[in-house]
């Protein structure tokens, strides 16, 4: 099974990654994705560079480019581990890229969501070098991963967590979709 993390920048799919690789289960994150080909472009990690390398890798290979990247990750560790966690999906075609290159795997998007109020506090305390230092960068952040199309893949989600109400809640949550996959529920 492969689950497909989605969710708005600060939304909590990192948090709810590293409750997956808590228990076990491996995560592949399609932002470290990009943040390698910068690396490997010699492109500086900054919000624009980033934003260059994602438009780059999209013209050369299409709008399911980060997908592909990921593609063989997640086809290493699908040999040894019932589950994948892909973390930070946020395009209709990243989705089915893997439905593709994955065809004999269940594979289920799961959402996280959290009002833009929330997403922009946890930016500010993250500090990642490409997270926005302003509400005016946050908002035009916003935009661009809705151009990416991430608001359908979150609007046809099959599970959605609600991170809204502290850690002790998500995780609850967490917990509760862990169980629902093991049981076979999801």
Not at 132 to 146: I, S, Y
Not at 155 to 176: R, S, W
Request: glycine share 8%; aromatic share 6%.
């Amino acid at each position: 099974m492969i689950l497909l993390l989605t969710g708005m920048p600060g939304s909590g799919k990192g948090v709810v990654a590293r409750e997956f690789e808590k228990r076990g289960i491996p995560v592949v994150s399609m932002g470290d994705a990009i943040r390698e080909e910068a690396e490997k472009r010699g492109i500086p990690k900054t919000p624009e560079g980033l934003k260059e390398v994602s438009l780059k890798v999209r013209e050369e290979l299409g709008p399911g480019a980060v997908a592909i990247l990921t593609v063989p990750k997640v086809r290493k560790l699908l040999e040894l581990n019932p589950v994948v966690v892909v973390e930070g999906v946020r395009s209709p075609y990243e989705v089915e890229e893997f439905r593709k290159e994955f065809k004999n795997e269940e594979i289920k998007v799961v959402a996280i969501h959290s009002s833009p109020k929330s997403r922009f506090q946890r930016l500010l305390k993250r500090q990642r070098s490409d997270d926005p230092k302003t509400w005016e960068e946050f908002v035009e952040r916003d935009r661009k991963e809705l151009n990416f199309g991430i608001g359908e893949v979150i609007a046809l989600a099959d599970y959605i967590i609600v991170n809204e109400c502290g850690f002790d809640q998500l995780k609850a949550n967490i917990e509760k979709l862990i169980s629902m996959i093991f049981d076979g529920k999801i």
